[in-house]
Structure formats: C-alpha cells, structure tokens
C-alpha cells in the first residue's frame, strides 16, 4: 500500500508529531457507493470536500470513481484543487461576501445565493467578464440557517428569476446543519411547489433542486424522496461514513477513513479531582470531576487547537478522554489492558467536527494512504 507523508508546518518535534493517517480507498468507496445510491434515485451528487480543507490528494481519488462536481465553502480550498491540475465543476457552497465576487466568477460553475443584491452584482460581473455561472437560489425551510423563509420566498424568488434570466440554475434549502431539523417528504416537497409554480407563473425551467445533505439520506434508503428532487451535496456520510444528524452509521459506507494518533508525553498516577478551590478553565468552562480516586493518567500531544476533544473516541480499549487545553489531551487509562508508557501512541475515530479542526490544524501531519 502506497504512504505518503506530509508535514504541513514544520517538523521541529520530528516523528513525535500527532498525525492523522488518512484512508484514502476507504474515502473512494463510500463516494462510489453514494454516487450509485444517489444515481439510482435519479439524483446528481456534489461530493463536499470542505471537511478536509480541499485535500487534493483525496479529491482527486473521490474523482476517480466518476464524482464530477466538487462543492467547497472556500475559495482558496478551489485554487488548491486547481492548482493540483484537477478541473471538475465547482458549486460555491458558501454565500460570498463582495470582496469575493470576482474571484468567484472567475473560479465557480455553480453558487448558492440568498441575497437579491448579491445576485445582481455577480450577475453583472459575469456578463462583464464574459463567463455564465449558475446560480441556486437557497429557501429557509425551517433549519433556519441560509435562505428566504419558505412562507414568504415566491415573490424573492421571482425577482430571482429576471435578475439572473437563463443563469437562474434552481433552488436549493439546507437542513440539519444549523437547527438540525430532520429532513422530511414534507420539508422537500415545499421547494417542489414553489418550483412548480416558478415554472407555471415565471416561465423558467428548473435545472436542479438542490435539497438533499448527508441527513437526507434515508430518504432514498427508505424510497420516500418526492419525485423531482434531484441533487444532494454529500459530504460527511463520504469522508466519515456517519449522518450526525441522525445519530446513525451510514448503511453501506466504512467509518474506517480517517485515524488520529496521539504520543503519550506523560503517564502517572493523579488523583481524579484537582486540589484546591475550582473556577473556570482556560476556555472559560466549568469542569466538572466525579471523584473516582487515583487514576492512572496519560498526557498526549494534541489539544483544543488541533481537535474538538469530545467527538474523540479512544480506539484503545479501557481509555476515556478525560479533558483538554490548548496543547494537551488528558486521558484516564487505568483500565487500558495494555501496559502504556511514554512515548507510546494511541489511535482515535473523530466525529466531523473533530475531523474539521484535525484537518485544518497546521500542526496535524497529514499521512495518506490507498
């Protein structure tokens, strides 16, 4: 098997850096599983690179399985893939803000909107530069995250419609990320509606209705997806195998993508309360110690700016991560079965959002294999 290392900041602790052992055959798989999944409900998948900061060593093996559209949040995360020599089509994911305009002319197919103004200068400056980009018109369908509230959104959405004429690409809605509302038939079928009578009053033809999210798989799993939907952006059920939303593994998906490994930097028995009286943490929070005696205790080389200590989970048996700072990671290991000592490493599975920090993190060596 092919392993390649990468040292994104410096080496100055050599191999005793924390890194993170990225899979990326398994990463390949779930996005080939989901694309026939989504294919056969007669749905077009976005692959959603943003997690890993538009990795090109994982989006082009994503690309390899015949994904050909790329959804990022930010424009750098475009020009790495790019500059990489990879040229799928690109959906702006991200509302942009107007120093950024150009930039996405220049760069994207497609871009999510909610914002009349907003459309009309990039509609004007893609006429300028002599580039059709597309645009999605986002409805708020209860999430409460991007896009005019359902309730009120014909009227916007028919001003939509002239601005943008023939680069008026569809609409879109969002859900789970924010409020973390479930997706249901119900909640797709309000963007149904709104589009059928955008066609009937404003005479404009619908190419996508972008509706779907990993949370919005067990619609297709259970064959409930309203017929019309036609596009979902996929993006932690490819690079985790999980839907957090719904509290679930992804049937049909691996969870085994991605391995933090932590170097033990200190093992001693400590009592499991601290001594004295309690405030708050460097991070202003309250902690809380339930009073268990002395416990065997383990120090790692990772912290609160390389990963969200609590979507942690210890692939060692019998370890609990206990607490974090900055730069550290406290574990109980007295129940480890395995005699630890320093130095030794300690594998762990990350939520999405333990993955989104690990892979932003400077200090997190990326090593890739598959």
Do not use: W
């Not at 993170?20 to 779930?30: E, M, S, T």
């Not at 893609?126 to 005019?148: A, C, H, N, P």
């Not at 952006?233 to 932590?262: K, Q, W």
């Not at 990350?350 to 090593?367: D, F, N, P």
């Amino acid at each position: 098997m092919k392993v390649v290392r990468r040292v994104s900041y410096n080496s100055l602790r050599g191999d005793r850096m924390a890194y993170v052992v990225i899979n990326k055959l398994n990463i390949a798989n779930n996005a080939r599983y989901l694309l026939n999944l989504t294919g056969r409900a007669g749905v077009e998948m976005t692959s959603v690179t943003k997690v890993v900061c538009g990795d090109p060593e994982i989006v082009s093996k994503i690309i390899e399985t015949g994904v050909r559209e790329i959804g990022e949040s930010r424009l750098e995360n475009i020009d790495r893939i790019r500059k990489s020599g990879l040229s799928p089509t690109f959906l702006l994911l991200r509302l942009p803000s107007p120093q950024l305009y150009r930039k996405v002319v220049e760069s994207v197919d497609y871009v999510l909107l909610s914002e009349l103004k907003s459309l009309k200068a990039l509609k004007e400056l893609s006429e300028e530069l002599g580039r059709r980009l597309k645009f999605i018109y986002m409805v708020d369908t209860g999430d409460l995250r991007e896009g005019v509230m359902y309730d009120r959104a014909f009227e916007e959405l028919g001003e939509a419609v002239k601005i943008a004429g023939q680069s008026f690409a569809g609409i879109g809605t969002n859900l789970g990320c924010f409020g973390g509302v479930i997706a249901t038939p119900e909640k797709f079928e309000i963007l149904l509606e709104l589009g059928d009578r955008l066609c009937r009053e404003a005479g404009v033809e619908i190419e996508r209705y972008s509706a779907g999210n990993t949370a919005s798989l067990p619609l297709i799993e259970n064959g409930t997806l309203p017929r019309g939907i036609n596009h979902y952006r996929l993006g932690e059920s490819i690079m985790c195998g999980t839907d957090v939303t719904n509290n679930r593994a992804v049937p049909g998906t691996t969870r085994e993508t991605f391995t933090l490994y932590g170097t033990v930097l200190e093992l001693k028995r400590k009592p499991s309360v601290p001594i004295g009286e309690i405030g708050s943490d460097a991070f202003g929070r309250k902690p809380h110690f339930e009073d268990m005696g002395e416990r065997l205790k383990a120090i790692l080389d990772i912290g609160e700016q390389d990963v969200v200590p609590s979507g942690l989970t210890p692939m060692l048996e019998g370890c609990r991560v206990l607490h974090a700072s900055s730069d550290h990671l406290i574990l109980d290991v007295t129940d480890c079965p395995k005699k630890l000592s320093v130095d030794d490493q300690i594998p762990f599975r990350m939520s999405y959002g333990a993955l989104l920090r690990v892979m932003t993190s400077h200090y997190i060596i990326k090593e890739y294999r598959g």
